[in-house]
């Protein structure tokens, strides 16, 4: 048979690189001391985002906004881009929107009214890529000079900047520095404590160490399963007594012959931890934990398990070079001791690659998905203490080799139920890929459909109906393979439902949201009690509950699809019904404040609040630090925080684990 060398490590050469801003703004003033001024706002819209324009149509993302408060000067006309912009349908929203990219700049023109005029400047607008939508913002005070001053106009200008602020003054609270909007604390305690920011608390909670160790010990048990799988492959499973047997003729004492198989064994486990530590190393801990959402890594990783599942299923062999095993070979037979024994066990590891490679590919897949650097080496570790440890016990008590299974065609049929799995995986990174480019090839009634097909198929195959190319024909049906595939037969009768709009949680991690499905019998959409901070905090006083704050937008595509997939499982909608007060604030409504406030941020900039949504994005911002939707975080009655902020991951797990924290959390502070 042909051979291909394929290493999975190619599929981790680049790195996407995320910018920390979405947008960066260069306010200036041009043409100062002369009649015809202009304010330049020059926009750097990173890679990946777009920044919706002004028109952007009704129905679509938020606009972009500009407002000019001038003194000794007047508007002409309105801000001009020098470019234009992107039209394109949104199947989402179903209207065409209008956005920038790159860098665009904006030119507002002035007309002079007195020799000294200001200019405040302040911009407001929403910019998205495929993981969320970020508010964006930009604001400066600009002062200028004119030779030669026009008439003042009959209705001169908006009050002073200083003035306003100071009549405003009575109207807010200030806590940390920070000027918040005031709370009508009526019949109802610790309203100021509501808009104090909790960042400290929050990263506390975020950095609990028991969060980690659930992180480290998922993927040290993915690990450690896949290492128990390569056992049973045929590059792996002959190669026990072979290696066992040699260290036994060897060493004529059981106790030498036990010391040189375990020194192989921790050989092993030193080998492949070093490369997990490598991948680490090469790439980066903030790349890895990057590549579980980028659309461009879900692609490669998509087409590398589908390489994978044709090579298990026998369409080609993936081997490393010979050279690589005979220079191996060479250096055992060239050394002694120690070293001999390490030089062994790197042969083991090459020549078994064509088996082990694909499952390490993607245990390193998995790896990457988590939250924490060292997640490569804890996986290769438990891969490595499986595949190990075998050695080591049958050579403590070689009478065990008797009772092994003898190599056969059972090994090849491990691989091929392999190849099904790898491939039914491969779709999940097809999808998210899917989602972030909006094809619309992959909703979430085919890529159902395809599950079916794949387990309907593996059922097929585990009868004997169904051959490939290494296969033994099966004579007989052996009773392990029936109830095999009973279950895979009985799986894929549970995701028919799926196609009507079931919610199937035994695979909502895996599937496309609901809200991609065309047809769906599906009602169970949950609701927000509350679309006002002050108005949500009240409430869960006097109904003794926790407060789920859900920041939102009308213009943020990953909230829909995480509203869709989440919140439509039923445990998860019971949960919020029941036991919390759910409060959706929308960074983007337009409805007005009964009047402007003037805040301060952090940073020291100076903006004014004109919308319910400027308020809501000013709340995120100041308390808890964020900027991005969708943002869930939950808060007991004096607005502290109780569990670890819920960012966009459509992880049903995941989500009843942060509900069930905030609630236990909640009811302990009562007690």
């Given amino acids: 048979m042909k051979k291909y060398f394929l290493t999975f490590t190619l599929a981790l050469i680049a790195v996407v690189a995320?910018?920390?801003?979405?947008?960066?703004?260069?306010?200036?003033?041009?043409?100062?001391?002369?009649?015809?001024?202009?304010?330049?706002?020059?926009?750097?819209?990173?890679?990946?985002?777009?920044l919706y324009s002004v028109d952007n149509p009704a129905g679509g993302s938020n606009p972009l906004e500009f407002y000019f408060d001038v003194k000794g000067c007047q508007t002409v006309g309105k801000p001009v881009a020098n470019k234009a912009y992107t039209k394109e349908f949104d199947d989402v929203f179903e209207v065409d929107q209008h956005f920038y990219t790159g860098t665009v700049k904006f030119t507002q023109k002035l007309k002079?009214?007195?020799?000294?005029?200001?200019?405040?400047?302040?911009?407001?607008?929403q910019a998205c890529d495929d993981k969320g939508?970020?508010?964006?913002?930009?604001?400066?005070?600009?002062?200028?000079?004119?030779?030669?001053?026009?008439?003042?106009?009959?209705?001169?200008?908006?009050?002073?900047?200083?003035?306003?602020?100071?009549a405003m003054t009575d109207s807010l609270h200030e806590a940390d520095g920070v000027l918040v909007p005031g709370a009508d604390t009526t019949d109802v305690s610790h309203g100021q404590a509501w808009w104090t920011n909790v960042e400290a608390e929050l990263d506390q909670l975020s950095d609990a160490p028991e969060e980690a160790g659930r992180s480290l010990l998922y993927i040290f048990i993915a690990g450690f399963l896949g290492g128990l799988v390569a056992l049973v492959t045929p590059c792996v499973w002959p190669m026990i007594p072979m290696t066992v047997s040699f260290f036994l003729k060897q060493n004529k004492s059981k106790s030498k012959s036990v010391g040189a198989a375990a020194t192989y064994g921790l050989s092993i486990i030193v080998i492949y931890v070093a490369l997990g530590l490598a991948v680490t190393a090469i790439f980066g801990a903030s790349a890895l934990n990057e590549l579980a959402t980028s659309a461009l890594f879900n692609i490669i990783f998509f087409l590398l398990l589908v390489v994978f599942a044709i090579?298990?299923?026998?369409?080609?062999?993936?081997?490393?070079?010979?050279?690589?095993?005979?220079?191996?070979?060479?250096?055992?037979?060239?050394?002694?001791?120690?070293?001999?024994?390490?030089?062994?066990?790197?042969?083991?590891?090459?020549?078994?690659?064509?088996?082990?490679?694909?499952?390490?590919?993607?245990?390193?897949?998995?790896?990457?998905a988590t939250s924490n650097f060292i997640s490569p080496a804890i996986g290769m570790f438990g891969f490595a203490l499986a595949l190990a440890l075998p050695f080591t016990l049958f050579a403590m008590f070689p009478t065990m080799l008797k009772s092994m299974p003898k190599s056969g065609g059972w090994m090849n049929t491990?691989?091929?139920?392999?190849?099904?799995?790898?491939?039914?995986?491969?779709?999940k990174f097809l999808s998210v890929a899917d989602l972030a480019y909006g094809w619309r090839i992959l909703d979430r009634e085919v890529f159902v459909s395809l599950w079916i097909v794949i387990f309907a198929l593996l059922g097929v195959y585990l009868l004997g109906k169904i051959t490939f190319p290494h296969d033994d024909k099966v004579e007989k049906t052996g009773v392990t393979r029936f109830m095999l595939a009973c279950i895979s037969f009985a799986f894929a009768i549970y995701m028919l439902p799926g196609l009507w709009g079931a919610p199937l949680k035994a695979i909502s991690a895996f599937s496309p949201p609901i809200s991609t499905q065309d047809f769906s019998l599906f009602e169970g959409d949950v609701h927000a009690q509350v679309d006002d901070f002050e108005e949500g905090m009240?409430?869960?006083?006097?109904?003794?509950?926790?407060?789920?704050?859900?920041?939102?937008?009308?213009?943020?595509?990953?909230?829909?699809?995480?509203?869709?997939?989440?919140?439509?499982?039923?445990?998860?909608?019971?949960?919020?019904?029941n036991d919390y007060v759910l409060v959706t604030l929308m960074v983007d409504e337009k409805k007005a404040?009964?009047?402007?406030?003037?805040?301060?941020?952090?940073?020291?900039?100076?903006?004014?609040?004109?919308?319910?949504?400027?308020?809501?994005?000013?709340?995120?911002?100041?308390?808890?630090?964020?900027?991005?939707?969708?943002?869930?975080?939950?808060?007991?009655?004096?607005?502290?925080?109780?569990?670890?902020?819920?960012?966009?991951?459509e992880d049903v797990p995941g989500y009843k684990a942060f509900l069930k924290q905030g609630k236990d959390n909640f009811y302990k502070e009562e007690k």
């Fill in 593 to 649: 404040l009964p009047e402007p406030i003037k805040v301060v941020e952090k940073d020291g900039t100076p903006r004014t609040l004109r919308t319910y949504g400027d308020k809501w994005s000013y709340l995120q911002r100041s308390k808890f630090g964020a900027n991005a939707q969708p943002f869930h975080v939950i808060v007991d009655k004096e607005g502290k925080p109780l569990a670890p902020a819920f960012v966009y991951k």
């Fill in 538 to 577: 009240k409430l869960a006083q006097q109904l003794n509950k926790p407060v789920l704050l859900d920041f939102s937008g009308y213009g943020c595509v990953n909230c829909r699809k995480m509203e869709a997939a989440v919140w439509t499982d039923p445990e998860v909608k019971a949960t919020i019904d």
């Fill in 311 to 368: 090579s298990f299923m026998g369409g080609f062999e993936l081997t490393l070079p010979s050279s690589w095993t005979n220079k191996m070979d060479s250096k055992v037979d060239a050394t002694t001791g120690m070293l001999s024994i390490f030089f062994m066990a790197f042969t083991l590891v090459l020549v078994s690659f064509s088996c082990t490679g694909p499952i390490i590919g993607t245990l390193l897949v998995e790896a990457a």
């Fill in 133 to 166: 939508c970020t508010q964006v913002f930009g604001s400066k005070v600009l002062k200028g000079t004119s030779p030669v001053a026009a008439a003042a106009p009959a209705e001169e200008e908006t009050k002073d900047a200083a003035e306003t602020l100071a």
């Fill in 18 to 50: 995320l910018a920390a801003d979405a947008v960066k703004w260069d306010i200036r003033l041009v043409g100062d001391n002369t009649e015809n001024p202009a304010v330049e706002a020059v926009a750097t819209v990173s890679p990946g985002f777009h």
């Fill in 112 to 125: 002079p009214t007195a020799k000294d005029y200001t200019v405040s400047v302040e911009i407001k607008g």
């Fill in 414 to 427: 491990v691989k091929v139920v392999l190849g099904f799995l790898e491939l039914a995986l491969a779709l």
